[in-house]
Every structure is written in C-alpha cells, then in structure tokens.
C-alpha cells in the first residue's frame, strides 16, 4: 500500500485512484499486482464472516511485519468497529501484546493506534512506513 504501483500510475503514499468508499472500483478487472496482493483474510486467517466486506476493514500487517493493521472502509472510524474487527484485535493482542494500527479517513489520511488495554492515540503520521520505533500509549 505504501509503495509506488507503476502499472497502476500509482505514486506512494497515496490512495489509488480506483479506490471507493464500498473498496476496488475496478475489481473485477484489476491488475495482476493487486490480484497478488493478499490480506490476511486472503492468507487463511479467519472464518467467512472475517472476510473484509463483511467486517469493514482490511486486516494486513504493517510494512515493518510488527503491527496488525486494519484498513477500514468508507467513514468508519476506530470507534466503529465491527465485531469482526474487534475479534482480529483481540487475537492479535493475546498473540503478540503489541499495539495495533487503524488506518481511517479519506484516502486512509488518519492512522490510530489501538492498545491492547483499549486506549486509543491518534499518531501524527499517516503512512505505516513512517511510524516510530515505539508507539508508547
């Protein structure tokens, strides 16, 4: 997500433009790269009602491999969150203990961290890629 798509004329750190409030525009169609691309639901993880449309947001893991991250759908916000979702969290907390990120707003433009004692810090940066080393509540 944070890469430059050349075959989609996608510079980094952007939206694509394809990209709509319901998710791929263009999905049927889409190119070879995104068809390769798999969240984590893609990858095995999870029941059927896990699956990203159902529960509103898109489990991957951060660029750095060390935090889960949610991309959510259209207007929701890390308030909002779907059972499903939560249920991601939960796992992912008990695994591992560490901070998740939610990715929310237009073009993905807000990233909150999500603590596994339920608190909640808006980060300044947008880009998973540019998070800090720590995320300390």
């Known amino acids: 997500m ?12 952007t939206p694509c433009k394809h990209l709509t409030a319901s998710g791929c525009g263009i999905y049927e169609d889409r190119f070879p790269v ?3 691309y798999g969240c984590l639901w ?6 059927l009602e896990d699956r990203p449309d159902r529960m509103g947001a ?4 951060s660029d750095n491999g060390l935090y889960l991250t949610l991309y959510l759908n259209g207007d929701s916000t890390p308030e909002q969150l779907s059972r499903g979702a939560l249920k991601w969290l939960r796992r992912y ?3 591992t ?7 929310h707003g237009d073009g993905y433009g807000k990233t909150t961290a999500i603590y596994p004692d339920g ?3 808006e980060l300044e940066t947008k880009w998973v890629g540019e998070l800090p080393g720590s995320m300390e509540p």
Request: with cysteine.
């Open 2 to 13: 944070n890469q430059p798509i050349t075959q989609l004329d996608k510079p980094a750190k």
């Open 34 to 36: 995104c068809r390769e």
């Open 42 to 47: 893609l990858w095995g993880e999870g029941s």
């Open 58 to 61: 898109m489990p991957t893991m």
């Open 93 to 95: 907390f008990n695994k």
């Open 97 to 103: 203990g560490r901070p998740a990120l939610v990715l």
């Open 119 to 121: 608190t909640y810090k």
